[in-house]
């Protein structure tokens, strides 16, 4: 039962993410957290009930787009890039996978290059999934709208911190929303929530620094800037934000990324939850685990 009420959850998550993204009317008075109506719910109840077991396993799978472009490989492209009829059959028919992320090759892309990806993949997994839940697809823009050829980009988060700048922040947020949905891409991996407090740690750069008072004001306007002041992101010119790592994911006991930490709870409710808790009381409608494990216990469990 309680795997279930997680499930539900996320998949509430999946379908709002979708229909706020389809629906540019969604009342901009409303509260971030009433955002889901009565209608929606019922529509994520009926589905659950009707998917198999693997079709929830599938919707709770994301891909990277090389997985599905004709390469050599999963991890890799051919140039200029191309979809996989065959790679998709697997993927969204056979495994029923529901989200898709980043670009191809690592390399930023034209509008028109992700217009046109976003459209056929959306069209081939409504025309095959049965019960017409759509795909949401998922990017990397953590200092502008870096995998857009052409858009405009920022200093990473460590450099925006030190400005000290909290209208800066909430000002580049908005201008990466802006340039990000013009292509169709409605959902960003954004903002690094962990601190700074290890300079062993290879990500350092990604973070607001290792101040968690800072680091709560920033989240809370970059997330501001995404999503709008009442995170209507069904907006022509907002995005979805995701702030990550819930949490402690900065600051592991190798210094390594995605690797053990051992954390006193005195100190994870100090310093690292702060940013979490202020990224969520920004309106923020979904975060990113995180990929390891806290004083034994993985977060994914």
Same mark, same amino acid.
């Given at each position: 039962?309680?795997?279930f009420?997680?499930?539900?959850?996320?998949?509430?998550?999946?379908?709002?993410?979708?229909?706020?993204?389809?629906?540019?009317?969604?009342?901009?008075?409303?509260?971030?957290?009433?955002?889901?109506?009565?209608?929606?719910?019922?529509?994520?109840?009926?589905?659950?009930?009707?998917?198999?077991?693997?079709?929830?396993?599938?919707?709770m799978?994301?891909i990277?787009?090389?997985?599905?472009?004709?390469?050599?490989?999963?991890?890799?492209?051919?140039?200029?890039?191309?979809?996989?009829?065959?790679?998709?059959?697997?993927?969204?028919?056979?495994?029923?996978?529901?989200?898709?992320?980043?670009?191809?090759?690592?390399r930023?892309?034209?509008?028109?290059?992700?217009?046109? @990806?976003?459209?056929?993949?959306?069209?081939?997994?409504m %025309?095959?999934?049965?019960? *017409? =839940?759509?795909?949401? /697809?998922? #990017?990397?823009?953590?200092?502008?709208?870096?995998y857009?050829?052409?858009?405009?980009?920022?200093?990473?988060?460590?450099?925006?911190?030190?400005?000290?700048?909290?209208?800066?922040?909430?000002?580049?947020?908005?201008?990466?929303?802006?340039e990000?949905?013009?292509?169709?891409?409605?959902?960003?991996?954004?903002?690094?929530?962990?601190?700074?407090?290890?300079?062993?740690?290879?990500?350092?750069?990604?973070?607001?620094?290792?101040?968690?008072?800072?680091?709560? @004001?920033?989240?809370?306007?970059?997330i501001?800037?995404? %999503?709008?002041?009442?995170? *209507? =992101?069904?907006?022509? /010119?907002? #995005?979805?934000?995701?702030?990550?790592?819930?949490?402690?994911?900065?600051?592991?006991?190798?210094?390594?990324?995605?690797?053990?930490?051992?954390?006193?709870?005195?100190?994870?409710?100090e310093?690292?939850?702060?940013?979490?808790?202020?990224?969520?009381?920004?309106?923020?409608?979904?975060?990113?685990?995180?990929?390891?494990?806290?004083?034994?216990?993985?977060?994914?469990?």
């Amino acid at each position: 039962m309680q795997n279930f009420s997680f499930f539900r959850r996320s998949l509430l998550a999946v379908t709002l993410l979708f229909f706020i993204s389809c629906e540019p009317d969604v009342p901009r008075d409303i509260a971030a957290d009433s955002v889901i109506s009565a209608e929606t719910r019922e529509r994520v109840d009926l589905l659950l009930a009707e998917m198999t077991l693997e079709e929830k396993v599938g919707q709770m799978t994301q891909i990277t787009l090389d997985v599905i472009g004709k390469g050599d490989d999963v991890f890799g492209s051919y140039e200029p890039f191309e979809l996989d009829p065959e790679m998709m059959r697997e993927a969204f028919q056979t495994y029923h996978i529901g989200s898709v992320m980043n670009s191809t090759n690592n390399r930023a892309r034209t509008p028109e290059f992700w217009n046109e @990806v976003i459209v056929e993949l959306q069209d081939y997994v409504m %025309e095959h999934h049965r019960l *017409d =839940i759509p795909l949401i /697809y998922g #990017i990397d823009m953590i200092h502008g709208a870096s995998y857009i050829d052409g858009a405009t980009l920022f200093p990473q988060q460590i450099g925006m911190a030190a400005t000290w700048n909290p209208e800066l922040v909430r000002r580049s947020g908005e201008i990466t929303a802006y340039e990000t949905r013009a292509t169709g891409l409605t959902w960003t991996f954004s903002p690094v929530v962990d601190l700074g407090v290890d300079p062993r740690w290879p990500r350092h750069w990604e973070t607001f620094g290792e101040d968690p008072y800072l680091a709560s @004001v920033l989240a809370h306007e970059l997330i501001k800037g995404y %999503e709008g002041e009442d995170n *209507d =992101i069904g907006s022509p /010119y907002h #995005i979805a934000s995701c702030p990550k790592h819930v949490f402690g994911y900065s600051h592991t006991l190798s210094g390594r990324d995605r690797t053990p930490a051992w954390i006193p709870e005195s100190q994870l409710r100090e310093y690292h939850l702060p940013p979490v808790k202020a990224a969520i009381d920004a309106g923020a409608l979904n975060v990113m685990m995180n990929s390891g494990e806290i004083n034994g216990i993985p977060f994914h469990a």
